[in-house]
């Protein structure tokens, strides 16, 4: 072996040293059963998540997740109070195994129903389901998510996108104005994705990650996206124009698939109003995604056919999510997915802050304040439309 490699096969053996010297440790204090390693004190810790509600006539189905350290075994159910009948057996679920407990029990529409879930040991988990609708069947509303993310996402971002030419007529001083409008309208939707990613994390197992997932989502699609960035940047143009205009697509895009994910998971349980005033809503907050894809390029000219294919990233998802959301995603995964949203939209507004800068070089002058602070206003008021 010649000299060089054998110092770096040195080199890595002495990296390894200490992780060998850890597993070493941790056998041996498994063979020798090393005191206070595996003596427990006081009753087993009981935890169970409900991560989905499933009505269907004359039964009430839980799935469960067990986010604790033991074994939890589901011996009786109540519910409102009332012992039922289970025909799950005593399984025992282990630690982040789900199940599925079946509740033959008549339930009405619109009622209320509080479900009690009482382990072998005499723990009570308590579930409460708010108002009674029956889960509609995943297989039978395909189509009709598609619909709904193509009303609700392509349609409006497409719209949006026709403020194009206003825009190649507004004096270029007064650009830095419409770019500030844009940074506000992103900053708007990666506070909405933050806050629907932890109320979202909140629902499910919190053994799983919980809030942390929306922050490792964040942190995974920002430096992800901040390499794309930087591989732009070297390639001739830089990541100025038309690359800067799919970045802002790309962000809008995992945006629109966390509200999909949302659409999708309240149809699913039967809580979402296709009324048109919901569709019209969300038609209108979305079409101001569109003025923030095509603002980077106003001052130049792009073909239709690129302008189609960043309406269809920054909408399509929409579509995706719906169909992800009624197919019953995991909370910790719509969690994990809503974060990569808040990353990606948090890099295009670092992307976008050098647009703003005067001619003192100022970043934050009273233009680009004002410009921000209307964005967000105007994306919370057409929020409440939604």
């Not at 040293?17 to 005191?35: E, F």
């Not at 509600?53 to 009430?60: E, K, W």
């Not at 001083?173 to 629907?196: F, N």
């Amino acid at each position: 072996m010649e000299p060089g490699a054998r110092s770096r096969a040195g080199t890595w053996l002495l990296g390894l040293l200490p992780l060998c010297v850890i597993a070493l440790a941790v056998a041996a204090a498994a063979l020798l059963d090393v005191p206070g390693l595996t003596g427990r004190l006081g009753p087993p810790a009981e935890e169970l998540a409900v991560e989905r509600t499933v009505l269907r006539p004359g039964s009430i189905e839980l799935v469960v997740r067990n986010q604790g350290p033991d074994p939890v075994t589901v011996a009786q159910v109540m519910v409102n109070d009332a012992f039922v009948d289970v025909p799950l057996g005593r399984t025992e679920i282990g630690r982040l195994g789900t199940a599925t407990v079946r509740v033959v029990h008549p339930w009405v529409e619109g009622e209320a129903y509080e479900v009690g879930l009482l382990t072998s040991t005499g723990g009570l988990i308590v579930h409460e389901i708010p108002v009674a609708v029956a889960t509609p069947d995943p297989s039978g509303f395909l189509g009709l998510m598609a619909l709904i993310g193509t009303y609700v996402g392509v349609i409006p971002v497409a719209i949006g996108m026709f403020w194009l030419p206003w825009l190649r007529r507004v004096p270029p001083g007064r650009l830095r104005g419409l770019m500030a409008l844009t940074v506000g309208l992103l900053a708007w939707l990666a506070i909405d994705a933050s806050v629907e990613g932890l109320e979202v994390a909140g629902q499910g197992a919190g053994a799983l990650g919980g809030a942390g997932l929306v922050l490792l989502g964040a942190a995974t699609a920002y430096l992800l996206l901040s390499g794309v960035s930087a591989w732009l940047a070297a390639r001739p143009g830089g990541a100025d124009g038309p690359r800067l205009t799919l970045l802002v697509a790309v962000g809008i895009g995992l945006h629109n698939l966390g509200e999909g994910l949302a659409i999708g998971s309240a149809y699913a349980v039967g809580a979402l109003a296709l009324g048109a005033t919901l569709v019209i809503g969300f038609a209108v907050h979305n079409t101001t995604e569109g003025l923030a894809i095509v603002a980077p390029v106003a001052d130049r000219r792009v073909a239709p056919g690129r302008l189609v294919v960043l309406g269809l990233i920054a909408g399509a998802p929409a579509i995706a999510g719906a169909w992800l959301g009624a197919a019953a995603v995991q909370p910790a995964l719509a969690a994990l997915l809503l974060g990569f949203g808040v990353g990606a939209i948090v890099q295009v507004i670092t992307q976008l802050g050098p647009t703003l800068r005067d001619d003192a070089g100022r970043t934050l002058h009273p233009i680009s304040i004002c410009g921000i602070l209307g964005g967000m206003a105007l994306m919370y008021a057409t929020g409440l439309l939604s």
